[in-house]
């Protein structure tokens, strides 16, 4: 069973940045896609960015040329780089691995 460590949420105001990890157990961690999701009350689940194995990107239109996945295979690491951001990116957010997402962070973005 997939664990997950994430951090890096919190209260940033409009423009401002945060970085958030998700640390994934288990081996084998740099044959399969990570992604992260966002979601806010009363709407579905959104793929914000996906990362493959050999490194391919793909973002969801809002987030593009502000956000960045990245990752780390050696640490079992995804990264979300989220700059600019905007009072519409409030949302929790979680990392996705193998089928199973994390628990959540919360990320709010207001003045």
């Known amino acids: 069973q997939v664990q997950f460590v994430e951090s890096g949420g919190g209260l940033v105001q409009p423009g401002g940045s945060l970085r958030l990890s998700c640390v994934v157990s288990?081996?084998?961690?740099?044959?399969?896609?990570s992604a992260w999701y966002r979601q806010v009350p009363g709407k579905p689940r959104e793929l914000v960015a996906r990362?493959?194995?050999?490194?391919?990107?793909d973002y969801t239109d809002s987030v593009k040329g502000r956000f960045t996945i990245s990752r780390d295979n050696a640490k079992n690491t995804v990264y979300l780089q989220m700059n600019s951001l905007k009072p519409e990116d409030t949302a929790v957010y979680y990392c996705?691995?193998?089928?199973?997402w994390g628990q959540g962070t919360q990320v709010t973005v207001s003045s």
């Open positions: 996705y691995y193998r089928n199973a």
């Open positions: 990362i493959t194995p050999g490194g391919s990107t």
């Open positions: 288990g081996s084998f961690f740099g044959i399969y896609v």
